[in-house]
């Protein structure tokens, strides 16, 4: 179980910002992980619903499983995430969550892996990075996607201009 990571979020009631204050990574950084640049954690995160419910449901404690699948890495997690009211912060909320990256090793280990009951979704990293087109929860544009992708054509471009004239 040596692909696990950690991460604790706070969440301020009625705000729309998550925040990662804590992270672990065992043996290499996984997604998710944190940013420094502001940009919108996705929504599809277990780590992030489960605080928006019990933001909802005004509940003590709330759990989420899921498996979050990255279409863009082609890998998967089993996650485990558990929000509660912040004890030393009014109108606080925190969750943490558990992410076992879903590897031949973890499926021979866990066998409820393939319950229907766990749903998966399709996740990214932040919504300015994200390829996965008809997200209902986006809560920002693409925009380091679509920079990052104008960079690239335009080098192809350039690559392709040095050829013809080399």
């Known amino acids: 179980?040596?692909?696990?990571?950690?991460?604790?979020?706070?969440?301020?009631?009625?705000?729309?910002?998550?925040?990662?204050?804590?992270?672990?990574?065992?043996?290499?950084?996984?997604?998710?992980?944190?940013?420094?640049?502001?940009?919108?954690?996705?929504?599809?995160?277990?780590?992030?619903?489960?605080?928006?419910?019990?933001?909802?449901?005004?509940?003590?404690?709330?759990?989420?499983?899921?498996?979050?699948?990255?279409?863009?890495?082609?890998?998967?997690?089993?996650?485990?995430?558990?929000?509660?009211?912040?004890?030393?912060?009014k109108d606080m909320y925190r969750s943490v969550g558990i992410g076992l990256l879903i590897k031949d090793q973890l499926k021979r280990k866990v066998s409820f892996l393939d319950d229907n009951a766990i749903e998966t979704y399709n996740v990214g990293v932040t919504c300015e990075r994200c390829a996965i087109a008809d997200c209902a929860e986006r809560m920002a544009p693409a925009s380091i996607l679509l920079k990052q992708e104008k960079n690239a054509m335009t080098e192809a471009a350039v690559d392709k201009l040095k050829k013809k004239f080399s």
């Open 1 to 89: 179980m040596e692909n696990i990571f950690f991460l604790r979020f706070a969440y301020q009631k009625g705000s729309q910002h998550f925040s990662i204050t804590k992270e672990l990574h065992l043996t290499h950084q996984h997604s998710p992980h944190g940013n420094e640049t502001n940009e919108k954690y996705c929504r599809r995160w277990a780590s992030v619903r489960v605080l928006q419910k019990i933001e909802k449901t005004d509940a003590e404690h709330d759990i989420e499983v899921q498996i979050s699948h990255y279409p863009d890495d082609k890998f998967s997690y089993l996650i485990f995430s558990s929000a509660t009211k912040d004890p030393f912060k």
